[in-house]
């Protein structure tokens, strides 16, 4: 009898997720037309694509693929709903409940119209959490404390290899930064974006 289970862990979506989720409360309807790092987005987008990502990743997580799992992220500008400051804490949780089953990480699945293995998308997801909650908390002058797990995570994902691709394939060119900079920086600078940005640069 074979006793070595094949099945993969589950991935803790749950430390990305809650940062998020106490970033929400402080914001103020009059910083939503606010600047973030994304340079397309105000801060109502940036809040509408955490919606959009949320459920996209969701329901890659459950394997239930359709038009949330099928749109690319560029092809419109997302829209807030009015009732983002229920909906997002709530996709959030469904979207830590979804990457917490181990069989969210086996097979292939899809996000963005791209088909992934479902680790692959999980960690996608992970490192969406943390450099949206990190443009999130900069542009509504809040403090961000990444979990050091996560950002181990993104930095794997996104330093470039050599020979192959890096962060530019999916945010932009990495930002130079000085070595000794803080790990948090190096991740954000790795994702295409000045660790020193603030709104109104």
């Known amino acids: 009898m ?14 990305a997720a809650e940062q998020i989720r106490a970033l929400l409360g402080p914001i103020e309807d009059r910083q939503l037309s606010g600047p973030t790092p994304c340079p397309d987005y105000a801060v109502r987008e940036l809040l509408a694509h955490l919606v959009g990502l949320a459920t996209a990743f969701r ?12 749109t690319a992220p560029d092809a419109a500008l997302p829209v807030l709903g009015e009732d983002w400051r229920e909906a997002l804490p709530r996709l959030l949780d469904e979207l830590v409940a979804a990457w917490h089953s181990p069989a969210a990480m086996e097979g292939m699945t899809r996000a963005g119209g791209v088909d992934l293995p479902g680790e692959v998308a999980g960690l996608v997801a992970r490192n969406e959490l943390v450099i949206h909650g990190w443009d999130l908390a ?31 394939d999916i945010f932009g060119p ?4 000085a070595a000794d900079a803080p790990f948090l920086d190096r991740v954000i600078a790795l994702s295409g974006r000045r660790p020193d940005w603030r709104p109104g640069d």
Do not use: I
């Open 59 to 70: 329901d890659a997580g459950r394997k239930d693929l359709g038009p949330t799992t099928d």
């Open 2 to 15: 074979d006793t070595h289970s094949t099945t993969r862990p589950a991935l803790d979506l749950k430390p």
């Open 138 to 168: 900069r542009s509504t002058g809040q403090d961000f404390r990444a979990d050091e797990a996560d950002l181990r995570s993104s930095e794997a994902l996104l330093a470039p290899e050599e020979g192959g691709p890096g962060s530019s």
């Open 174 to 177: 990495p930002v130079p930064v």
